[in-house]
């Protein structure tokens, strides 16, 4: 009787929660976050280490196309970074440099812009924190060259 008793108290719980928290490799510590929108939808798949985001980060729109997706160290962007519009074009995409005495992690390299029909909208060349711009329009013609700060 107590078993019936527990499974019809606790079966309507299951499945209603929007987070889930997963232990990986069986260390508390190393934690896969996933959350998912009121539609049932996965929204985001976050790994953690002593609850700073460490690893694979995803995040996805209510429809279930990838919004955008990237790694953590220690708390801060690293590496490869992009991001999608919801019909499943490219929006963004470069590297994050990692420094462990930074604050912030910073963009490096090459960071790419595109409009919704896929086409280059900018570009923006990033050396020693000095950024050269370039600019299109929809056609993916130049329009403008600069440097910024």
Known sequence: ???????LLFIPFIGLGQSIIIPVFANVNNQERVN???NGQKLSEVQYFNEKRDGS??????????MSSGLYKNGKMYGPFISYYENGQIQSQGNYNYDASDIYSRKDGIWKYYYENGK???????????EELKFYDKEGNLLLE????
Do not use: P
């Open 57 to 66: 980060c995803k995040y996805w729109y209510k429809t279930g196309q990838l």
């Open 1 to 7: 009787m107590k078993n019936l008793l527990f499974i």
């Open 146 to 149: 600069g440097e910024g700060c």
């Open 120 to 130: 280059i909208e900018s570009e923006s060349i990033i050396k020693n924190g000095v």
């Open 36 to 38: 998912y929108w009121e």
